[in-house]
């Protein structure tokens, strides 16, 4: 069928995931080298190749699925490593390879295809937004490693494999986001994206360790295959047998702590990994460092933060969907976390003036609202909001990046330049991009028939009617006896979908309040004075010294960008008004993309509940969609077209206090401050007054003062006197001649306890004649035997001998040694006490070793 | 075997008194020429031991053969020693020991 790339062996991937990985190579190492135009033609070729590529595999994923049959292609690198996992239930140890190898099916495919053509695109667009920058080879490299790693998290066949993707993405988000590192707050956004990051990652290993333990594979055929043994219910409370101190507490709190507490398996991993998808994708509470990446470029924000790698965790979810239907309580979590996230940003959203940062908390919310499809079991519904999502969020971010580019004629200030309140009226000057932001804003509000319309209502109508129930019986067979899995609460759907519609109508609400803010109105930048010419001189400092002052700006009228930002965005505009027919179920009956993704979540769909009758809800659950549209884009239309913003003012200074905490974001920033932030700083201030007082006040001052002393002692003996030292050698030297002239009797014992044999050996010396003699025995003449045996035959029985050595000079010294043989020991040994009585009528007990016992 | 007879502890005395001359001379003078020669007393005295109890108790040659490696380094050590007192009068323009106390400090 496929002879070039077989099903097998699909080599394409290798070349998708690996052209990028060139262009990251060939800008970065040779970039600045090259010049702008090589960078230019090598960053778009990589990924415009690699789209191609993608291309391809996608339509040879159609031909080769079946309505029964999931196409899946792999490719197979090499093994990575070999872990072994715990004895399974067959006694068997499994070894678990890790292999390095990528595969593609329907979600995949489909995900490769967002990635390298909305990369494409946006990479097109950064030509030109990013010409005037010195770090322009340098963007291109962080961006082409940006598609690699976004590819090798999306065709990884294994958790692992997905990781190494995932780092990657986070390590070019931490780039692109400080990539003008130059200022404080933008290193310092970066930082924190990286390590809200780091806490998700921590649950994703967690994960993974789980997984080994429990499924023995972490490829996703393998832990689908195993995925039956994550029902088993696993005590996760107390840990050991009990809770340390319980015992000091009244008994009955002790015995609430120490209540053994299951889960199943499922859940655990679902929620470990929900953890990673929460920091990846910035769900609550580890949404925060999301804003705050708006210090990047802002294609990097369209790319990276919200059309590809954010969505990451979602495709997480979804990849490991038949993990999570196992567990409802981890399902639920997902659902509602998500939407109250959703719910949440949209809040902040509504008084933020940087149409950066309005966007960038819609996006939160957005990304909330697929959370919310993904935890109620509608995983190709949250995959279509990540679609949908993925054009017009990106085609709004370049919109917005366009406006700002047209800002900084003016106004380089960033902030400044990002404000709404110095925009308006740009519908006139800027017709393209106003014609696409107004398609998107249309696809984000839920503007009937329009891309975001069908995907978040179809998340809505599944938030309503689907729920997830646990396998099997319900029940979990612990070993302390059967008791029930977590049940969906009756008002879960309700408030979920209650939750949802309420954020949708804030979504069209400060959408619309964007849009008016950026193209209606009357231009507030700066006066607009036809044929401005740029004054003399550098423009940079100009600006700089003119906005110290604040004074009346005066310039040119803004200008629509070239073609290489605005073909971009009419692609997404396009994309944004039209990809909501993929799957137009409410009005058309359209299933294209449920139908293409279906055989993937085959084998979750089994713990899904679906209300009854639940066709015949589409319709009426459509109605307050468009109702709180039509509610919260004509509130904002009244509020800021109509009466001029005006009512925004009186309700701001009517409620100052909640406004302020909106306008601060809730100030959770300030929470993390005080609390996690707060509590590390204390441990690092501890740290650091442990390093001053102890380490280097008690540790290096003592020693310095300890070796200064010694130094100073021996300073009086270095008298710099010839003389002296030569005496001092004289004194050695004499000392020395009378060790030699005095003879030394002094021996070595060589023991053997048991057999009783003892060997004395005495020194050697100048001209040295020894004699020996043991107690009792006549001295003899001295001669040369230097070593004495004696055999002593009884334990505990002691001899002295006697050794005299005489020297060259005729000198004598003598002396005498005790030899002993010890009793051996006996302790340890088996004995037996004779236990008698004696004559005299007192109880006696002899001790006696046991037979075989040595003596 | 003993072809000196008493005479071998004439011959050590002579060295003794020679050895302790040098040994004085060193610790007591000051000049350092003086000094040098002092330590050539020394060396020559224990030459003097050392060919003597050869002489008396060697079944071979190995306390002669000994002194002239002693006289070989000895002359090795007077070029060393000469040349350092040359380079010393240089620096200092004396031949004093006590002159040479920079060690100190």
Redesign the interface.
């Known amino acids: 069928m496929n002879p070039i790339f077989p099903a097998g062996d699909f080599t394409l991937l290798a070349i998708i995931i690996a052209l990028p990985l060139v262009g990251a190579f060939v800008n970065g190492v040779f970039g600045k080298r090259l010049g702008k135009e090589a960078v230019t033609l090598m960053a778009l070729s990589s990924v415009g190749a690699s789209f191609l590529a993608s291309v391809y595999t996608f339509f040879a994923l159609r031909a080769a699925q079946t309505a029964e049959q999931a196409a899946r292609f792999h490719w197979h690198g090499w093994e990575w490593m070999r872990l072994s996992s715990r004895t399974d239930a067959m006694g068997a140890g499994s070894n678990v390879p890790i292999e390095l190898a990528f595969s593609v099916d329907a979600l995949s495919g489909t995900m490769i295809l967002v990635i390298t053509g909305v990369g494409l695109l946006i990479h097109l667009y950064s030509t030109q937004y990013m010409r005037q920058d010195e770090g322009y080879h340098r963007f291109f490299a962080y961006l082409n490693l940006f598609v690699f790693s976004m590819l090798v998290l999306v065709l990884g066949d294994s958790l692992p494999v997905l990781f190494v993707g995932w780092e990657g993405v986070g390590v070019c988000s931490y780039l692109l986001i400080g990539f003008w590192f130059h200022e404080d707050a933008n290193a310092a956004a970066g930082k924190k994206a990286f390590i809200a990051n780091r806490i998700g990652d921590f649950g994703l290993l967690v994960a993974m360790g789980l997984l080994v333990y429990y499924c023995g594979a972490l490829d996703w055929k393998g832990i689908e295959a195993a995925s039956s043994s994550l029902a088993q219910p696993v005590k996760y409370w107390p840990i050991g047998t009990h809770v340390p101190l319980a015992a000091a507490l009244p008994e009955s709190a002790a015995n609430w702590l120490n209540a053994p507490r299951y889960a199943s398996a499922a859940t655990l991993v679902s929620l470990a990994l929900f953890l990673g998808a929460a920091g990846k994708s910035a769900q609550l509470p580890l949404y925060v460092w999301l804003p705050d990446a708006m210090a990047g470029p802002t294609p990097v924000s369209a790319l990276i933060h919200a059309a590809t790698m954010v969505t990451a965790g979602i495709y997480l979810c979804a990849r490991l969907a038949g993990v999570f239907v196992l567990s409802p309580a981890a399902m639920f979590t997902v659902a509602l976390i998500g939407a109250a996230t959703a719910l949440f940003a949209a809040t902040i959203a509504l008084v933020q003036n940087d149409i950066k940062k309005v966007l960038a908390y819609s996006t939160v919310s957005q990304l909330g609202y697929m959370f919310l499809g993904v935890g109620v079991g509608a995983f190709s519904a949250g995959f279509f909001h990540v679609l949908t999502h993925a054009f017009f969020k990106a085609c709004l971010f370049l919109g917005a990046g366009s406006v700002i580019y047209a800002m900084h004629a003016r106004i380089h200030d960033t902030e400044r330049s990002q404000d709404m309140r110095h925009m308006g009226g740009m519908r006139a000057f800027m017709p393209i991009t106003f014609a696409t932001f107004v398609a998107a804003w249309g696809a984000i509000v839920g503007f009937p028939l329009l891309s975001g319309f069908f995907s978040k209502d179809e998340i809505l109508f599944k938030a309503y009617t689907s729920s997830v129930v646990a396998p099997g019986d319900g029940k979990l067979h612990t070993a302390r006896g059967v008791i029930d899995a977590f049940v969906w609460p009756s008002w879960g759907p309700t408030v979920l979908y209650g939750m949802g519609v309420v954020a949708a109508a804030l979504t069209a609400f400060y959408m619309t309040r964007l849009v008016i803010g950026i193209f209606f109105g009357s231009f507030k930048g700066w006066t607009v004075v036809p044929h401005w010419k740029e004054p003399e001189g550098d423009p940079h400092a100009h600006e700089h010294a003119h906005h110290a002052v604040e004074e009346a700006l005066e310039g040119p009228a803004p200008k629509e960008s070239p073609w290489q930002m605005t073909l971009p965005l009419v692609v997404l505009g396009l994309l944004s008004v039209f990809a909501g027919a993929l799957n137009a179920h409410a009005l058309f009956h359209s299933h294209v993309l449920d139908t293409w993704l279906e055989p993937v979540f085959a084998h979750a769909q089994s713990g899904i509940k679906l209300v009854e009758n639940e066709e015949a809800l589409a319709i009426p659950l459509l109605i307050p969609s468009v109702v709180v549209f039509l509610l919260g884009a004509g509130v904002a239309y009244w509020m800021y077209l109509m009466a001029g913003g005006e009512p925004a003012r009186k309700l701001a200074s009517a409620a100052p206090r909640l406004y302020q905490l909106l306008y601060d974001k809730w100030r959770v920033d300030e929470l993390y401050e005080e609390t996690i932030i707060g509590a590390v700083d204390s441990l690092a201030d501890f740290a650091a007054a442990f390093d001053r007082i102890v380490v280097d006040g008690v540790l290096a001052r003592l020693t310095a003062l300890l070796v200064r002393a010694s130094g100073g002692l021996l300073r009086l003996l270095?008298?710099?006197?010839?003389?002296v030292y030569?005496?001092s050698m004289?004194v050695g030297l004499g000392g020395l001649g009378w060790f030699f002239v005095a003879p030394h009797a002094t021996a070595s014992l060589e023991r053997n306890d048991g057999a009783g044999a003892y060997v004395l050996t005495a020194a050697p010396g100048l001209g040295y004649q020894y004699r020996w003699y043991a107690e009792g025995e006549q001295p003899q003449d001295f001669g040369q035997q230097h070593t004495y045996e004696l055999t002593i035959d009884k334990a505990g029985d002691t001899r002295k001998v006697k050794l005299e050595v005489k020297n060259a000079f005729g000198r004598v010294d003598a002396k005498e040694y005790v030899v002993n043989r010890a009793k051996p020991d006996l302790s340890g040994l088996p004995l037996t006490i004779d236990v008698g009585q004696g004559a005299d009528g007192q109880l006696r007990g002899d001790v006696r070793p046991q037979p075989g016992a040595p003596q | 075997m003993n072809m000196l007879g008493k005479v071998l502890e004439h011959y050590q005395l002579v060295a003794s008194v020679i050895f302790v001359i040098g040994v004085v001379g060193f610790l007591a003078r000051r000049n350092v020429l003086v000094q040098l020669m002092s330590i050539e007393l020394m060396l020559n005295a224990v030459n003097l031991a050392l060919v003597a109890f050869n002489r008396a108790h060697g079944e071979d040659m190995n306390g002669q053969v000994f002194a002239f490696f002693i006289i070989a380094v000895a002359a090795a050590e007077v070029a060393v020693g000469l040349a350092i007192i040359l380079n010393f009068f240089r620096l200092r323009s004396t031949v004093d020991a006590d002159a040479a106390d920079s060690l100190k400090h």
């Open positions: 270095q008298t710099g006197r010839v003389h030569a005496l004289v």
